[in-house]
T-cell receptor, first 114, second 114 residues
Framework: DAGVIQSPRHEVTEMGQEVTLRCKPI?????LFWYRQTMMRGLELLIYFNNNVPIDDSGMPEDRFSAKMPNASFSTLKIQPSEPRDSAVYFC????????????FGSGTQLSVL | AQKITQTQPGMFVQEKEAVTLDCTYD???????LFWYKQPSSGEMIFLIYQGSYDQQNATEGRYSLNFQKARKSANLVISASQLGDSAMYFCAMRAFGNEKLTFGTGTRLTIIP
């Protein structure tokens, strides 16, 4: 089992550029989560999907952020245009089924917006 | 709304001693799960232990145990016989039935001293 795969591991971009983060969840998992981690705000849930459908996007900071899950094996988080305050580690996580099931996390994408 | 509180920003513990990391939570949901994750300096999130709100016994996983006191809404993590490799950030989190997002506390940085 390859686990949750995120790409890229590191992304450095300039303010105003579009950034796309990618995630491949564990096969068979029906929940997918995007988290952002910063020193100031800790781990924040941005959005989560169930069976490829967005369920709760209340954590998405603003319209510059968008997330899609076109199929069960792929999700993207896009920031357009990016700003320095978006610099953070972005984690993707997946889980199968109910509340008692743990989330498996990817290794994260370290994003730096200059 | 769910809330997780970890009141210890940092702890220093002598190697081989037991450690208790505090976690309290607040929720109006009758059914929920509590989790602990470890984040070493390399950045990945590692699942440690899970406790369901209706579980009668405290969860144990090797050197990890969860001291669950439902009436007090606390879910402290106990690490027995601490090791240098236990030095990391530790996050308490919860997930409620019907609202599957995982809400994290602010974390405790544990440092094991040789």
């Amino acid at each position: 089992d390859a686990g949750v795969i995120q790409s890229p591991r590191h992304e450095v971009t300039e303010m105003g550029q579009e950034v796309t983060l990618r995630c491949k969840p564990i096969s068979g998992h029906d929940y997918l989560f995007w988290y952002r981690q910063t020193m100031m705000r800790g781990l924040e849930l941005l959005i989560y999907f169930n069976n490829n459908v967005p369920i709760d996007d209340s954590g998405m900071p603003e319209d510059r952020f968008s997330a899609k899950m076109p199929n069960a094996s792929f999700s993207t988080l896009k920031i357009q245009p990016s700003e320095p305050r978006d610099s953070a580690v972005y984690f993707c996580a997946s889980a199968y089924g109910a509340t008692n099931e743990k989330l498996f996390f990817g290794s994260g994408t370290q994003l730096s917006v200059l | 709304a769910q809330k997780i509180t970890q009141t210890q920003p940092g702890m220093f513990v002598q190697e081989k001693e037991a450690v208790t990391l505090d976690c309290t939570y607040d929720t109006s949901d009758p059914s929920y799960g509590l989790f602990w994750y470890k984040q070493p300096s390399s950045g990945e999130m590692i699942f440690l232990i899970y406790q369901g709100s209706y579980d009668q016994q405290n969860a144990t996983e090797g050197r990890y145990s969860l001291n669950f006191q439902k009436a007090r809404k606390s879910a402290n993590l106990v690490i027995s016989a601490s090791q240098l490799g236990d030095s990391a950030m530790y996050f308490c989190a919860m997930r409620a039935f019907g609202n599957e997002k995982l809400t994290f506390g602010t974390g405790t940085r544990l440092t094991i001293i040789p």
